[in-house]
């Protein structure tokens, strides 16, 4: 459906949907934050650093075929980085998605004309505004890889399952292709008892965490955090023959909320409730530097968990990378808690 | 940064200790007041069962059979000292950390403050010498205060500024020095008040020899905090137990 000479669309946060601009012909590029990228020096230090690490890639001399940016009014800083980016801070065409918070019957009217608005708008840029047929093939592709991601975290959360690996963390990413080959091959937790870990929060989740981790005596089990597929989400493929817009809007917003929505809170219910089902062992959260939603996120976890007895411990990072002392410490020491409480799985140092 | 040994006999007693300036070099420290413990116990490093490094430089100990993080060690310090206690407050040269405990003396939630100097030893100790007096004497001297220098800034570097404009002002640097202790306590009450401390509390670390600064986080907490005579030591003391432990599982 992408043409091999589509123009590449960033897009930022993980709630804007790639599906839309798959359907106008052009390339979808979910910035992860992740990249290996330097924060754009020109935006206050005490921004997100997300948004300011993401403001350095939104230049074609950074990302080549970069034809324009789609943000989406999740957050603060990101409407910051949309008035920075338009005010002259960026190079190409940037769009902003309006992303209701709930996903009740007014909200998925307003966001099937907020995805309509955005179809017209990259038709300005060169898409292709999509007939019916083709938004449905794009909301099915998008379903059908949600579905997939589903099964694969259902099987890293069943007892004695395959832990995630570095390499396994890339297919639950959005738009990344599932590496069900490397799932039949990945190491079981089962061998050498390990605590088993849930990570939740920030899009800094990474590869190199995971290693971190599994070094210190961890095993990673699950992840609940932005910018990747998260367990509990029932994506179901729209019915034939239904209106592909409010498809799309409606499909969309039933996902497992995000800290930005307002039944957050129902994520660190089923953190509780894996806990309470012997899949996972304790819950490690990642705070982005200075994100406001997630600050009143962790709150919520901290609470929720606290109050189930569920071990907790939350780290704040401003980068992927994760092996600065200061950090190392604290995911050491949460692990070696881990290690000491009763009944742990694995002997105490 | 000071590195410290603890020796600890086949019931736990501390039979030796040596603390000393841990320098650049933390391999050498390490071995040097390993040598000085065991020295004070007329033993050599052939006589040690086990041994597990702990703190920034716990990496740097060679002889070390394990490493294992200062959190985990303060903790079970602290209950070897004190079976009573459910909190330890650490304040160190370079960092301050808050634990939470249970009855055996393991983490249950823990917070540090380790990239900023605000809230640390080493704020008194700046400030200490912007006002010519030694880091000992600071918290003798703050006490004789009657009164509070507030210091807004949370900032080391902005605090020293108004430490000056207040010593230009006139201000009594016992009032000064009190204000100060109050800065790093109430930083470190912050910290504690995020992971819910229960008390009993015990505070660890060189600043607990602070005076000022024992009296206002105390205040602050709501809680007289239990000090060790030697608070320095705690970590190494709760390393030295988790030597043996593992040494006894070896047989």
Redesign the interface.
């Known amino acids: 459906m992408v043409e091999p000479s589509a123009r590449r669309i960033a897009l930022l946060c993980a709630q804007v949907p790639g599906e839309i601009v798959e359907a106008c012909g052009l390339e979808p590029w979910a910035i992860s934050g992740r990249e290996e990228t330097a924060a754009d020096a020109a935006l206050p230090q005490n921004l997100c650093s997300l948004v300011r690490r993401a403001a350095a890639l939104l230049r074609p001399a950074a990302t080549p075929g970069l034809a324009a940016v789609v943000l989406s009014d999740s957050c603060h800083p990101l409407l910051r980085l949309h008035d920075h980016l338009q005010a002259g801070g960026g190079a190409v065409p940037v769009l902003l998605l309006r992303v209701p918070r709930r996903s009740d019957a007014p909200a998925v009217a307003f966001f099937r004309e907020e995805l309509e608005r955005l179809a017209r708008s990259l038709e300005s840029l060169g898409g292709r505004y999509p007939d019916d047929q083709t938004l449905a093939a794009a909301v099915a592709a998008g379903a059908h890889r949600r579905q997939a991601r589903s099964a694969f975290l259902a099987a890293t959360l069943a007892n004695d399952g395959p832990e995630l690996t570095a390499e396994l963390l890339r297919g639950l990413e959005a738009h990344a292709p599932l590496p069900e080959a490397l799932l039949a091959a990945a190491p079981l937790v089962g061998g050498p008892a390990r605590p088993r870990l849930l990570l939740a929060g920030s899009c800094f989740v990474s590869g190199e965490l995971i290693r971190v981790l599994g070094e210190l005596g961890a095993a990673v089990v699950a992840v609940d955090a932005c910018g990747y597929a998260r367990h509990g989400d029932a994506a179901a493929e729209p019915p034939a023959g239904a209106d592909p817009w409010s498809a799309l809007a409606e499909g969309w917003l039933a996902r497992p909320p995000c800290p930005r929505s307002e039944d957050a809170g129902s994520r660190a219910t089923a953190a509780a409730a894996l806990a309470a089902a012997g899949a996972i062992d304790a819950v490690l959260y990642l705070r982005t530097a200075c994100c406001t939603p997630q600050g009143y996120d962790l709150a919520r976890w901290r609470r929720r968990l606290q109050t189930a007895g569920v071990p907790f411990c939350a780290v704040e990072a401003d980068s992927p990378a994760w092996s600065q002392p200061r950090l190392l410490t604290r995911l050491e020491a949460f692990v070696e808690s881990l290690a000491r409480r009763p009944g742990a799985r694995c002997a105490a140092g | 940064m000071a590195a410290k040994a603890v020796l600890v006999d086949g019931q736990g007693a501390i039979v030796s200790w040596a603390v000393q300036d841990s320098g650049i070099d933390h391999r050498a420290a390490a071995a040097e007041v390993a040598s000085r413990a065991l020295a004070g116990a007329g033993l050599t490093l052939a006589d040690v069962a086990g041994a597990v490094g702990t703190g920034?430089g716990r990496r740097s100990v060679p002889f070390a059979g394990?490493t294992?993080?200062?959190?985990?060690c303060h903790a079970r310090g602290a209950n070897a000292l004190d079976p009573a206690c459910r909190a330890v407050i650490d304040i160190g040269g370079q960092d301050s950390k808050v634990i939470r405990i249970d009855e055996r003396g393991?983490?249950?939630?823990?917070a540090?403050n380790?990239?900023c100097a605000a809230g640390t030893g080493r704020f008194l100790e700046v400030m200490a010498g912007r006002l010519g007096i030694g880091p000992q004497e600071a918290g003798r001297l703050a006490l004789q205060a009657e009164s509070v220098a507030r210091i807004s800034s949370v900032c080391t570097v902005f605090a020293e500024s108004e430490v000056v404009g207040l010593i230009a002002a006139g201000e009594d640097r016992a009032t000064i020095l009190r204000g100060l202790c109050r800065s790093v306590s109430a930083r470190v009450a912050a910290m504690a008040a995020g992971i819910?401390l229960r008390p009993p509390a015990m505070m660890t670390g060189g600043v607990a020899l602070n005076p000022a600064v024992v009296v206002a986080l105390g205040e602050l907490l709501g809680t007289p905090l239990v000090v060790p005579q030697h608070p320095q030591i705690v970590g190494a003391l709760g390393a030295a137990l988790?030597a043996r432990e593992?040494a006894k599982r070896r047989g």
Do not use: Q
């Not at chain 2, 294992?68 to 985990?72: F, G, H, S, V």
């Not at chain 2, 393991?106 to 823990?110: G, P, S």
């Open positions: 920034y394990r294992l993080t200062e959190i985990t393991d983490v249950e939630d823990f540090m380790d990239r819910g988790l593992e």
